[in-house]
Nanobody, 121 residues
Framework: VQLQASGGGLVQVGGSLRLSCLAS????????VGWFRQAPGKEREFVAA????????DYADSVKGRFTISRGNGKNTVYLQMNSLKPEDTAVYYC???????????????WGQGTLVTVSS
C-alpha cells in the first residue's frame, strides 16, 4: 500500500483545512487509517484514526471537537477535516495505515510522506 498525503498549507488562526490521504493498493479499504503529526523539535504524535468500515474513530484530546476523520465513498481516500485551527496545530501531518485499529505509532505498517500545515497567529 502506498499513501500520499496532501492538502496542507498556510492558514490563519481559526481557519480550516482538509487533508487528504490517497492510497493505492487493493487492500486499503480493509485497513484502518491514522493521522499523526510532528511539530518542529517535538516527537511525532497521534492525531486521529478510523476503522476500515469507518464506524470506529479515535482522536487525540487536543483535537477532539475540532478535527474529523472520514473515509471517502471510493474507500481509497481518507480525509482529515481540521477546523478552528490553532498555532499549536502547526506540524507535518502524516497518514498511515494498519490492519488492526490502533492509535499507537509503533503499530502502523504503512506511511506516506507528510504534508505541512502552518497556522499563523
Amino acid at each position: 500500500v502506498q499513501l500520499q498525503a496532501s492538502g496542507g498549507g498556510l492558514v490563519q488562526v481559526g481557519g480550516s483545512l482538509r487533508l487528504s490521504c490517497l492510497a493505492s493498493g487493493r487492500t486499503f479499504s480493509s485497513l484502518a487509517v491514522g493521522w499523526f503529526r510532528q511539530a518542529p523539535g517535538k516527537e511525532r504524535e497521534f492525531v486521529a484514526a478510523i476503522g476500515w468500515r469507518g464506524a470506529m474513530t479515535d482522536y487525540a484530546d487536543s483535537v477532539k471537537g475540532r478535527f474529523t476523520i472520514s473515509r471517502g465513498n471510493g474507500k481509497n481516500t481518507v480525509y482529515l477535516q481540521m477546523n478552528s485551527l490553532k498555532p499549536e496545530d502547526t506540524a507535518v501531518y502524516y497518514c498511515t495505515a494498519v490492519i488492526s485499529f490502533s492509535n499507537m505509532e509503533s503499530n502502523f505498517d504503512y506511511w506516506g510522506q507528510g504534508t505541512l500545515v502552518t497556522v499563523s497567529s
